[in-house]
């Protein structure tokens, strides 16, 4: 099975630029700094100032569940919301996140 990952996309808050040696030769290599504090190797090709995030994307195999106690709410990592009505995820049995499939990882403050 191949499925086709699609990591996220960050906007570019600086660009650096280092040299660096490739083989025998000494290049520039450009970093692009995202707004999620990520640094990514390439030049900032894209028209509307984004980049897809590998290191994001890698992360987004969770989805983190928050509680908000203000709400008595599940805030998920992938933006939905979800209100249960005794105990957090694993006491409602909740393996998987409803919003996007993935495995429910409780953050823990
Ligand atoms: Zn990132
Ligand atoms: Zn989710």
């Not at 290599?29 to 995030?53: F, N, S």
């Not at 290191?55 to 106690?69: F, L, P, V």
Request: net charge neutral; charged share 30%.
């Amino acid at each position: 099975m191949n499925k086709r990952k699609r990591n996220p996309r960050r906007s570019i808050v600086d660009v650096r630029t280092e040299c660096g040696p490739y083989g025998q030769a000494m290049v520039s290599v450009h970093y692009c700094v995202l707004e999620c504090g990520h640094i990514v190797v390439g030049y900032p090709d894209t028209r509307d100032g984004k980049k897809a995030c590998p290191e994001c994307g890698k992360e987004a195999k969770r989805c983190t569940w928050t509680y908000d106690e203000t709400h008595c709410s599940w805030d998920t990592s992938c933006g939905e919301k979800f209100i249960l009505e005794d105990g957090g995820p694993h006491e409602n049995r909740i393996r998987f996140c409803h919003g996007c499939g993935k495995p429910v990882e409780v953050a823990v403050e």
